[in-house]
T-cell receptor
């Protein structure tokens, strides 16, 4: 069955520190992978996506993610976190019938 | 460019009252449309999706229904709200015929409180 796992429910980092949010997927074919960010009380915004080609993809707001097929992972990274990065982050994989399969999200808090 | 509008932003309704949330998309034709509900700490639950006018797929049995009366309009309804219908409702769209890539774009959401 297709699924997405975000192992970390909540992460706290200090401003300026590096960040890595984990995402593991289960999908039989070549996955189309996404990361979205949700600020409190807002809709979701697409950070980046992987369809094919270079396994390191760059997104908005200084984020990047690396697709590792051998590990079924698509981890999100940022070298230096800003206080405005505090938000909920969702990983997703394109499933069948025009639907996305979502992880449960990781809540990021940033300490000043 | 494409935009998605969702309203109202906030709604407080008594138990047993009806519900109508509206979502419209501009700048595209024949989009795929989605309604999600987000409860605290429980991620995104897909409620309905539509690939065309009058074509609605329901993902979970519930007290809600959806309709697509026009190409770019998606409505979420209930005849009688329950306390458990409280939550954050999100509308989204994705381009038609995108070879399964299914990039979804979200509205700003509606916070529904049923009291």
């Amino acid at each position: 069955a297709q699924s997405v796992t975000q192992p970390d429910i909540h992460i706290t980092v200090s401003e300026g520190a590096s960040l890595e949010l984990r995402c593991n997927y289960s999908y039989g074919a070549t996955p189309y992978l996404f990361w979205y960010v949700q600020s409190p009380g807002q809709g979701l915004q697409l950070l980046l996506k992987y369809f094919s080609g270079d396994t390191l993809v760059q997104g908005i707001k200084g984020f990047e993610a690396e697709f590792k097929r051998s590990q079924s992972s698509f981890n999100l990274r940022k070298p230096s976190v800003h206080w405005s990065d505090a938000a909920e982050y969702f990983c997703g994989v394109a499933g069948n019938n025009r639907k996305l399969i979502w992880g449960l999200g990781t809540s990021l808090a940033v300490n000043p | 460019s494409q935009t998605i509008h969702q309203w109202p932003a906030t709604l407080v309704q008594p138990v047993g009252s009806p519900l109508s949330l509206e979502c419209t998309v501009e700048g595209t034709s024949n989009p795929n449309l989605y309604w999600y509900r987000q409860a605290a700490g429980r991620g995104l639950q897909l409620l309905f999706y539509s690939v065309g006018i009058g074509q609605i797929s329901s993902e979970v049995p519930q007290n809600l229904s959806a309709s697509r009366p026009q190409d770019r309009q998606f409505i979420l309804s209930s005849k009688k709200l329950l306390l458990s219908d409280s939550g954050f409702y999100l509308c989204a769209w994705s381009p038609p015929g995108d070879r399964g890539l299914n990039i979804q774009y979200f509205g700003a959401g509606t916070r529904l409180s049923v009291l």
